[in-house]
């Protein structure tokens, strides 16, 4: 009913809906002629119809093309690299704002770098509201910048973002777009979710759940379901690695090489104690989704002379955790305790512990939803915002164009009809969720 009402306000384009009651204040970095400047204004259309005929005719009664990828180009051509996604991120408010929007951004801690939320807006979207369907993805890309360039050949567009996770905002934007104009989303089940820093420390997914949480204690926002985008090659991902990262820092005692009895080389426990922890990785926790937890020694550090007993030695570790990240710790701690005991036992005289273990990070494995008619699923091995996504829903999906086999490299791509493709799939998941809540 609800619905019936307001679609008959939504004016797309430039002009902005007139329900849109309490749009805040919103200073820009870009003044309009400057987003102009910005915007791509390639007639895809007539590219694809001459180099594309087949794509073309497949798609272009049902989406407006030059919209779409116009808008993927412009995404991809401004650098947003992680800590600098101001200019990308008033690029969108402002594209979002002119599709009649409201956008609250959020900047984090002493910094001008800030997340959007967005949706429309009946007036009375407040603290305590729900919606049932959030799209999430990130606004900042790994470097270095790789400007835009599509194969006009082959229908690859490479850049940076190209897949990761610029394709994943244009999805998400025109899916929605697209089913309102087609009666089959209401504009007021929905709220996207764009975050900084997701490719650092999650620094913006951690920002906006701290600003969706109200003093006491309720939540401002809530949803049922949640669809991250990231390139997962138009399949669900059904999750992915937790991870665990310390360091290793091994207490010895110098003494001249020629006397080994006077000292205690961190060298020999630092080799001793890593090979520990790889014979008895078949203990370490795996899962039927996600199979094994796997362990990279990333660096390795000791002694300073050929001549000197080693008094220090460090190692990093990086574990990619399929299962029960508290069970993981406990193995290790175990390993790691033990080998303390026996070093005691033979260097009787030293109190300190040998082998230290310093946290570096930890995050648990997720575990998503991705049985849905008509979807693959697939596993992955890469790290995303979910785990900082801490406010519950009932569904989470990630949901993405693209590969991470090519994400991150230097020939980062998406395909013209892989774009389009995972549109269609963000449609159809969207409306499976808005049918089966
Ligand atoms: C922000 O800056 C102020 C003043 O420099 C400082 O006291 C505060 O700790 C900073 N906050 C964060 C989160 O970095
Ligand atoms: C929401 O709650 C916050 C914190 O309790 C308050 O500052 C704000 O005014 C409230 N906003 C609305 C629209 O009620
Ligand atoms: C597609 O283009 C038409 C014509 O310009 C416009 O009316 C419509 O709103 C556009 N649809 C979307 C989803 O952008
Ligand atoms: C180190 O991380 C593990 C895994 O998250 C956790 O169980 C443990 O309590 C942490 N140790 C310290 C000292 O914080």
Redesign the pocket.
């Known amino acids: 009913m609800l619905f019936e009402k307001l679609s008959c306000l939504l004016v797309f384009g430039s002009s902005v809906s007139a329900f849109v009651l309490n749009r805040p204040a919103y200073q820009s970095v870009l003044d309009d002629h400057q987003l102009i400047k910005h915007s791509a204004n390639t007639d895809f259309d007539t590219l694809f119809e001459t180099k594309f005929p087949e794509f073309y005719s497949k798609y272009h009664l049902n989406h407006n093309l030059s919209s779409i990828f116009n808008l993927h180009k412009t995404l991809v051509d401004i650098p947003s690299l992680s800590t600098h996604e101001q200019a990308v991120t008033h690029y969108v408010v402002r594209f979002l704002q002119k599709r009649g929007l409201t956008v609250e951004t959020s900047k984090l801690p002493n910094s001008t770098r800030e997340n959007i939320y967005a949706y429309y807006n009946d007036g009375v979207y ?2 305590n509201s729900h919606r049932k369907i959030l799209l999430t993805s990130h606004l900042d890309t790994v470097p270095p910048y790789l400007g835009y360039n599509l194969d006009e050949s082959t229908g690859v567009i490479t850049g940076r973002g190209a897949n990761d996770a610029k394709a994943s905002l244009v999805v998400q934007i025109y899916s929605v777009l697209e089913l309102i104009e087609e009666g089959k989303l209401d504009p007021l089940e929905f709220a996207f979710l764009f975050v900084v820093g997701e490719e650092i420390d999650g620094d913006g997914m951690k920002h906006a759940m701290e600003t969706f949480k ?3 204690g309720e939540l ?1 926002y809530s949803w049922d379901v949640a669809i991250f985008g990231e390139p997962t090659e138009n399949k669900l991902g059904k999750g992915h690695k937790g991870n665990y990262m310390f360091d290793l820092a091994i207490n010895g005692k110098p003494a001249h090489s020629g006397y080994p009895q006077l000292g205690v080389s961190a060298n020999e426990i630092l080799v001793s104690v890593l090979n520990q922890l790889m014979v008895n990785s078949h203990k370490y926790p795996s899962s039927d989704i996600l199979g094994e937890t796997t362990f990279n020694i990333g660096t390795m550090q000791g002694g300073i002379a050929l001549n000197v007993i080693p008094a220090d030695a460090h190692a990093r570790l990086f574990f990619r955790v399929a299962n029960d990240l508290n069970k993981l710790h406990w193995i290790v701690t175990e390993i790691i305790d033990n080998a303390n005991a026996n070093w005691a036992m033979r260097y009787p005289g030293f109190t300190s512990p040998f082998i230290e273990v310093h946290n570096l990070s930890s995050k648990e494995p997720q575990f998503l939803d991705y049985e849905v008619p008509g979807f693959e699923s697939i596993v992955l091995a890469f790290a995303t915002d979910i785990p900082d996504f801490t406010i519950p829903v009932k569904r989470r999906y990630l949901y993405g164009p693209g590969s991470i086999f090519s994400a991150h490299s230097d020939h980062e791509f998406v395909t013209i009809d892989e774009l389009i493709e995972c549109l269609e799939g963000y449609k159809k998941l969207v409306v499976f969720n808005l049918e089966n809540l």
């Open positions: 407040g603290n109200l003093d006491n401002k």
